[in-house]
């Protein structure tokens, strides 16, 4: 067994297929979060009254007007949510045709499929909110595939030593694509108008769709450009269903990334409309200022990878105790910092630094209970995470509507959404910390690995 080891952690080389897909899903991620996230800013220029974007550009407000919405605060939580009614419906199949077919297909079909809808949102959006609504429900309905296809193909590509930081490296990319998408976007706003933020976006999303299906295979067997050497390859015919859903480490996943997702996506959702109403940034610092959060978690989260997987690899701490101090970090401290932002009023400084360090801390959990799946259960690890990223969407869909009928008034709203978020996101720590772990779980194991315990 110690030979089997020496032999899967040897470093990837700088252009290894290995390292060359985990940059394709970085930047596939990037694009993702990107598609995600555009309506998020656009919709301050949407529905904004205001002409800053017609004396900026003249040419465009006289012989081209842009159209503006009159979207009730209520309408915009639910286009903003609507996304996520549809990302809700494919985790779980996602998963199991991932594992079953292979992942290449479905992560980047997910993705060409929300970007070519993506170029539909300025026309659906005249059509009305209801077409608009329905639009990102299909997008949502569309990207729902591409988590547990990355879970899935990783689950055949990255060695047991290195599963932390290629998988944080690659799911990074959301929170960079974040990073870069908020102040483009808002650049583009205000120099192209808002359509044009949906047209780069999703032709962006396209052009990354072309490399992706020319460079990526489902497994390293299949691969035209690798080596030789094969790596067993995993068929999950018969998923345990029902014995990951009695399974306490299962909930112990679900749990904590529904309360995770909690607070990410409301600020992810409604951060710019809270720069806007409570602190009055001007768009440019809104979307920019808005993006910084995002900075520091791309940047943890991708540090989180690297410094768990060397406490693994020098064998300072078992799996179990690195999955829930990152966990415990990257949920409870954030929360502390969530409550902060509620007593801060419209003290602009205090509010970016406290969200900035809240979503720093929260980059710990990319090394945590978000890869979880595949230390408990390999073999089943692109659907376990469809079951569990289902469950996390949750929020998703109820966070934006929730920020929408608390913020009515505006400042004590806000301070209660702030609230709310650190108190989820605390419970989730604790009830990570209580019944979470990385042992392999029984009704996962293979016939060789349950006969190595036994022989053992």
């Known amino acids: 067994q110690k030979n089997v080891l020496v032999c899967v952690t040897v470093p990837p080389k700088c252009c290894s297929v290995r390292c060359n897909l ?8 990037a694009v993702v979060y990107g598609l995600r996230v555009n309506l998020s800013v656009a919709m301050v220029a949407m529905v904004n009254g205001t002409n800053d974007q017609s004396s900026s550009n003249g040419n465009i407000s006289i012989e081209c007007p842009i159209p503006r919405y009159s979207w009730d605060s209520k309408t915009q939580g639910m286009l903003l949510g609507a996304f996520f009614f549809g990302y809700l419906f494919t985790q779980i199949p996602g998963g199991y045709l991932s594992g079953r077919f292979g992942g290449s297909l479905f992560l980047g079909g997910g993705v060409l499929g929300t970007a070519v809808l993506t170029l539909l949102t300025p026309l659906s959006a005249q059509l009305g909110a209801k077409w608009l609504f329905a639009l990102r429900a299909l997008e949502g309905f569309g990207e729902g595939v591409t988590l547990p296809a990355m879970m899935a193909m990783w689950a055949r590509w990255a ?4 599963r932390a930081r290629l998988m944080t490296f690659s799911g990074a990319g959301s929170s960079f694509g974040a990073f870069v998408a908020l102040p483009l976007t808002g650049f583009i706003c205000r120099s192209l108008g808002w359509p044009a933020v949906f047209y780069s976006c999703g032709g962006a999303g396209c052009l990354w769709a072309v490399f992706w299906f020319i460079l990526v295979s489902d497994e390293p067997r299949t691969h035209p450009r690798i080596s030789d050497r094969e790596k067993h390859y995993i068929i999950n015919s018969i998923v345990p269903v029902l014995s990951m859903l009695f399974s306490v480490p299962v909930w112990a996943i679900i749990i904590p990334q529904m309360c995770g997702n909690w ?3 409301t600020l992810l959702t409604s951060l710019p409309t809270y720069m806007d109403t409570v602190l009055h940034f001007d768009l440019q610092q809104n979307s920019f200022l808005s993006a910084l959060p995002y900075l520091s978690d791309w940047l943890f989260s991708v540090g989180s990878g690297v410094l768990a997987d060397n406490l693994l690899e ?8 690195v999955r829930k101090i990152f966990t415990f970090i990257g949920l409870f401290l954030p929360a502390v910092f969530l409550l902060a932002v509620g007593f801060t009023g419209c003290s602009g400084v205090l509010a970016v630094t406290f969200l900035t360090f809240s979503s720093a801390l929260e980059g710990f959990s990319a090394a945590g209970v978000y890869i979880n ?8 690890a692109g659907t376990l995470l469809g079951i569990t990223n289902t469950f996390g969407m949750i929020s998703g869909v109820l ?3 929730v920020v929408g009928y608390l913020t009515r008034d505006v400042i004590t709203g806000w301070r209660h959404v702030f609230w709310l978020s650190a108190g989820v996101s605390a419970f989730g720590a604790i009830f990570y910390v209580i019944f979470g772990t ?3 779980q029984s009704w996962a194991r293979t016939d060789e690995e349950s006969d190595t315990d036994i022989h053992n």
Do not use: C, H, N
């Open 373 to 380: 799946q595949i230390d408990i259960a390999p073999r089943y």
């Open 438 to 440: 990385g042992k392999i």
């Open 22 to 29: 985990a940059a394709m899903m970085f930047f596939g991620f």
């Open 314 to 321: 020098r064998e300072l701490l078992s799996v179990t105790a």
């Open 399 to 401: 966070a934006p509507i």
């Open 263 to 265: 607070s990410y996506y």
């Open 159 to 162: 060695p047991p030593l290195e």
